[in-house]
């Protein structure tokens, strides 16, 4: 059974940081590549960041503030955000996707609020 569990998300004021954890279960997690969306309220979810062996890819809207990081034997992945703007606020989705076993997991989201 694969499980993807974020935690970290809540409220947090303009120029803030917080740190989003999204553990992975039941999946060989070295060989995934792992990724940060986020859907705001009334929009498309969006790619925030993915990382995929050491390479790493960001959405221009959050380059330079976020920093995602993986820590395979602890079968983790983590999303750095700093320098938060109230546009950040969505629920932030883990994602795991592998093209060789044809898989792509989701986790339940957390909420990420950025207001004064």
């Known amino acids: 059974q694969v499980q993807l569990v974020e935690s970290g998300g809540g409220l947090v004021q303009p120029g803030g940081s917080l740190r989003l954890s999204c553990a992975a279960s039941g999946i060989m997690f070295s060989i995934y590549t792992m990724g940060w969306y986020r859907q705001a309220q009334g929009k498309q979810r969006e790619l925030v960041a993915i990382?995929?062996?050491?390479?790493?890819n960001y959405a221009d809207s959050v380059k330079g503030r976020f920093t995602i990081s993986r820590d395979n034997p602890e079968n983790t992945v983590y999303l750095q955000m700093n320098s938060l703007k109230p546009e950040d606020t969505a629920v932030y989705y883990c994602?795991?996707?592998?093209?060789?076993?044809?898989?792509?997991?989701w986790g339940q989201g957390t909420q990420v609020t950025v207001s004064s």
């Open positions: 990382i995929s062996g050491g390479r790493t």
């Open positions: 994602n795991a996707y592998s093209s060789s076993r044809n898989s792509n997991y």
